[in-house]
């Protein structure tokens, strides 16, 4: 079955220290691979994807096909950066159907 | 431009009575998505649309939900004789195309509680 896995429920880290959000997948072949954010209040909002292989408020995400892993990393937390983030998946198959995990809420404490 | 918006905002009902959920996607968006966020349940795929068609129904939790989309905008998804466990906050989104790799917008949800 094709699943991803967000292993933390909750990661609380100081200001200034590095983060790291897991995310496993177990697709066949190569998904797109999406992060979602949602902050307080506010709507799911598309963070970052791997395909544009941008950075995004100083977050990044590599794409590990050999560990089917797509972490969200930052160098430095900030504040604000203190969210709920999905890792989503793209089925493949062209048809938009995205699969989220559960969610890792990230609170970054002052 | 306008984002995703759905209505009602909140949703009380009675267990047993049916409920409809609407969203209006971005203009000229021809995909349509909706999701269901329950709590210790993540995010839940149900049915998309491309245009007003749903090649994919098989999210849907059972046969008490149905979904339509009509003049490719306007998309409603309607709970019959809903139960308690049909509790959480229903998520629309679109994109501009069906296809791959096209980000998806969120409308801000409808939180809906079965007493």
């Known amino acids: 079955a094709q699943r991803v896995t967000q292993p933390e429920k909750l990661l609380s880290v100081f200001k200034g220290a590095p983060v790291e959000l897991k995310c496993n997948y177990s697709?066949?072949?190569?998904?797109?691979l999406f992060w979602y954010v949602q902050y307080s209040r506010q709507r799911l909002q598309l963070l970052l994807r791997h395909i544009s292989r941008e950075s995004i408020k100083g977050f990044t995400a590599d794409l590990n096909k050999g560990e089917t892993s797509f972490h969200l990393k930052k160098p430095f937390a900030q504040e604000e950066d203190s969210a709920m983030y999905y890792c989503?998946?793209?089925?493949?198959?062209?048809?938009?159907?995205?699969?989220f995990g559960q969610g890792t809420t990230l609170q970054v404490k002052p | 431009g306008a984002g995703v918006s759905q209505s009602p905002s909140n949703k009380v009902t009675e267990k047993g009575k049916d409920v409809e959920l609407r969203c209006d996607p971005i203009?000229?968006?021809?995909?349509l998505y909706w999701y269901r966020q329950s709590l210790g349940q993540g995010l839940e795929f149900l049915i998309y649309f491309q245009g007003n068609s749903a090649p994919d129904k098989s999210g849907l939790p059972s046969d008490r939900f149905s979904a339509e989309r009509t003049g490719g905008s306007v998309s409603t998804l309607t709970i019959q004789r809903t139960q308690q466990e049909d509790s959480a906050v229903y998520l629309c989104a679109s994109s501009l195309r069906w296809a791959a790799q096209e980000t998806q917008y969120f409308g801000p949800g409808t939180r809906l509680l079965v007493l």
């Open positions: 697709y066949s072949g190569s998904p797109e």
């Open positions: 989503a998946p793209l089925i493949p198959g062209n048809t938009g159907k995205l699969i």
């Open positions: 203009s000229g968006h021809t995909a």
